[in-house]
């Protein structure tokens, strides 16, 4: 079965059991917590800049039918708080590997979603023009990752022509994957050794994030197709994805190898996707409120009863359950969308976080691309606690093994922080702006001299 997420198992320092530390599950071949796309600049004052399309607004009580109206120009801080939430919440699931998070908070089908809505909005403009911009936003960052990943493969010795798991030379072509994801990058499942700087399987660790990648891009180049079959059978469109989970994601058909992956993949979040595109379009909006939650309601209990029959190696982890997944995601999303405020700003005591939500969402292929290499970069450093003289007590030990995953968990922070000032200018070299080392949005309105067509190009 295809598993989508897992927490990065770091080598526990000495003194440490291993069950101390969340152990990884193995990486499908690419597989699930785009939400990842690139996204316009975030600010709290951003430029005005038209809509295409209608979205939903909220209806004065549970009987009414929502009318579709016209956003008003701007960014909408209530899909920067999501998709920030989602990022959030992927550091802390491949940090600690709770599976109830996956029930909490279904980070990949909101993120699929919200990606879903900005495509649909971007293909007022021709397709091709389109899709050739996403994979200018989307490849400079992955080939920094990838140039840094590789060479730290390379350094250690793996030879993928070599590689018995890597199909000889076609280990060798696979290699471009890492330059345009279209399928499931290679990478030795065990460099180095135990008693090394990081763990054997750190390649397969940090590598595991291409997944998101890969069934991204694939979602960019099927939208064109995709928003035309919406717009003219939109509830055959918007079903598909389930009906096909039924069947690809439960065993009935099985394909295997990387293209059952890919599939898996491609139906679990393509109903998330599809949702994106009827929140844009303004048919989500249309359907009464209480049917909506009803019927929402009624598809994440049937996710939850399915689940508890086929529970994977990690219990409640909707992850390793893709009809599980993609049901209880799609009702989750719903609910989201359908109550979505639409902000200009955010209100009350979230204002305190807009500096933070703007720059998440101004890096947010970097903080995604480096998080699980960050997380195992935080071992090593804390092994270095243990050598402190007055740290040397059997109390100080002991308080340092009890604490050591939530010192992970402090620590990777300021070391995500650093990825961004060393690598998140790609994302505006990118996207055809200025490089900035930490725009998160402090400076207000920023005079640019290209035009409001300019400005659109860029979504």
Sequence with gaps: M?????????????????????????????????????????????????????????????????????????RDRYLDLLRSIALVRVVVYHLFGWAWLSVLFPSMGVMFALAGSLMARSLSRPPLSVIRGRLRRLLPPLWAFSAVALTMMFAGGWNPVKDPDQGGT???????????????????????SESGLLESDWADQGAGVLWYLRAYLWFV???????????????????APLALTAVVGTGLVTIPGETGNAITDFTVYGGCWVLGFAHHEGMLAKVPRYIAVSCSTLLMAFALWWASGHLGPDGWDLNDIPLADA??????????????????????????????????????????????????????????????????????????????????????????????LAFGWIEDIAAKRGPRLWPNGSGGRRSNSRSTRGRRAKV
């Design 327 to 420: 049901m209880w995601s799609f009702g989750f999303v719903v609910i989201l969308l359908h109550y979505s405020p639409s902000w200009q700003q955010l209100p009350g005591r979230l204002t305190k976080w807009d500096k933070l939500i703007t720059l998440s969402n101004n890096r947010a292929v970097t903080i995604y691309l480096w998080h699980n290499m960050l997380i195992m970069a935080t071992v090593p450093i804390l092994d270095q606690a243990y050598n402190l003289p007055f740290l040397q007590s059997d109390l100080a030990v002991a308080t340092l093994d009890k604490t050591y995953t939530l010192m992970m968990f402090v620590l990777v922070w300021p070391l995500i922080g650093l990825a961004i």
């Design 170 to 192: 076609w280990g060798l072509i696979d290699l471009l994957n890492y330059i345009v994801p279209i399928g499931a990058p290679p990478f030795p499942w065990h460099l180095g």
């Design 221 to 239: 180049v099927a939208s064109p197709l995709l928003l035309w079959a919406f717009r003219r059978v939109p509830w055959a469109t918007l079903l």
């Design 2 to 74: 295809t598993t989508h997420e897992y927490p990065v198992g770091a080598t526990p320092p000495l003194g440490i059991p291993k069950a101390a530390v969340p152990r990884p599950r193995p990486y499908p071949g690419a597989a699930s917590d785009d939400w990842l796309r690139p996204q316009p600049e975030a600010g709290p004052d951003p430029a005005p800049r038209p809509e295409t399309g209608p979205v939903a607004t909220t209806g004065t009580g549970p009987d009414s039918a929502q009318q579709s109206a016209p956003r008003r120009p701007g």
